[in-house]
Nanobody
Framework: QVQLVESGGGLVQAGGSLTLSCTAS????????TAWYRQAPGKQRELVAS???????NYADPVKGRFTISRDNAVNTVYLRMNSLKPEDTAVYYC??????????????WGQGTQVTVFS
């Protein structure tokens, strides 16, 4: 059973920075994708950024150039460095892991979420 523990959320002034961490345990597949999603009040959950075991990254347009996703395999942790934060970045941020076993067999897990609030 995969477990994800997120940390690093908080309250920050616009233009500031935060780094979120997602530490995973129990991953058994050699191929998996770790992603950060966010959900603002009254809105749907949306993808923010993702990183594969091969190191490939993907970013949503609103965060390109401001956010950086990275991983430290030694401690099974994925980070989301968020710079130049804007009030519209305010949301609960969730970590998600997709374990890929074969075509059509993907197991996915969510973290509990961490609140990020950006004030102007």
């Amino acid at each position: 059973q995969v477990q994800l523990v997120e940390s690093g959320g908080g309250l920050v002034q616009a233009g500031g920075s935060l780094t979120l961490s997602c530490t995973a345990s129990g991953i058994s597949s050699n191929i998996y994708i770790t992603a950060w999603y966010r959900q603002a009040p009254g809105k749907q959950r949306e993808l923010v950024a993702s990183i594969s075991t091969g190191g490939g990254t993907n970013y949503a347009d609103p965060v390109k150039g401001r956010f950086t996703i990275s991983r430290d395999n030694a401690v099974n942790t994925v980070y989301l460095r968020m710079n130049s934060l804007k009030p519209e970045d305010t949301a609960v941020y969730y970590c998600k892991v997709d374990e890929i076993y074969s075509v059509g067999r993907i197991m996915y897990y969510w973290g509990q979420g961490t609140q990020v609030t950006v004030f102007s």
